[in-house]
């Protein structure tokens, strides 16, 4: 049920720029459609069903959110374009999402000529995101191979986002952090946008202390920013605790130029409302300054993705 405005009273009250959500049509996505598999962010029943440009309105709109960013949502990969066309047809009637970040097989050498279409096909497109995270647990992994940053047809695909002028959205597990480093240190005029705080799988002090170790060597890197999004992923609930130890942590080695909020739904409306999301992040940085505040929940965003103030 969506709360009262006066709710928002404890914290920041301004508008927010959703930096990571999906839209989709169930028919695109043949994982939606296929057998249910163990997945990441588990049981996925809720959200085996269409989830348009409407029904996100109607979550986030109550939140606050003025504008958004569309992030890639694993449509088949020969299907890139099309994605990107859809979306741009969602724009034009909409006026959603405010930017567009896409995928790409950037391990084919026709991944630049796929980038350089959809770029045509629509001035929304921001970046690309191709999940590289690895995990020993196979419902965690999507990357085929723990090392694929090093792959050399890679790299040569993240080499041309400069020339675009795109960002590439970087998913990895803390164990790959390392090779991480070494990624966005080989390409310092992109900027990495660090996907879901770096993907903290639990809060026993030996996975923490490899997150936290890989997340300060990646924010010594000035070309990264840090998504706060997907702290549900592992715990399936809107953890207050988590959300608040993630975002200090997160703040404490990024600082808040260079963190940006995000909703990652519909795959958080598994199990919760966006509104009691929003409220949890909203407690979680009401120490901040109200510009500071400002920063992680819409500025930050802005400046990333290149939209309009």
Known sequence: MTRPADRRSSGYAGPIVDAHHHIWRQADLPWLTGEMVPRI??????????????????????????QSVYVQANWPL????????????VHRATGWPSA????????????????????????????TRLQLHWHERPEFRFASSPD????????????ALEELGWLFELQ??????????????????????????????????????????????LAAQPNVVVKLTGQG???????????????????ESFGPRRALFGTN???EKIWTAMDDLVDAWRAALSGLSPAEQSWVFAENARRVYRLPG
Not at 101 to 127: C, E, H, K, Y
Not at 193 to 205: N, S, Y
Not at 233 to 251: G, M, N, Q, W
């Open 41 to 66: 962010f588990g049981p996925y029943e809720p959200i085996r069903r269409d989830y348009l440009v409407e029904d996100y309105l109607a979550d986030a709109t109550p939140c606050g959110v003025t």
């Open 78 to 89: 020969a299907a890139s374009i099309e994605e990107v066309r859809w979306l741009e047809e």
């Open 100 to 127: 567009v970040i896409g995928s790409a097989d950037l391990f084919s050498p026709d991944a630049v000529g796929t980038m350089r279409q959809q770029a045509a096909v629509s001035p929304l497109m921001r970046g």
């Open 148 to 159: 694929s940053m090093a792959d050399p047809v890679f790299r040569a695909n993240i080499a």
């Open 172 to 217: 990895v597990f803390p164990g790959q952090m390392a090779d991480a480093v070494k990624l966005v240190a080989a390409f310092p005029r992109t900027t990495f946008v660090l996907v879901h705080a770096g993907m903290l799988t639990g809060r026993d002090e030996p996975t923490v202390a490899e997150w936290r170790t890989g997340m300060r060597a």
């Open 233 to 251: 992923t592992f715990v399936h609930r809107v953890d207050p605790d988590l959300i608040s130890f993630v975002a200090e942590e997160v703040l």
């Open 265 to 267: 739904f519909p795959i």
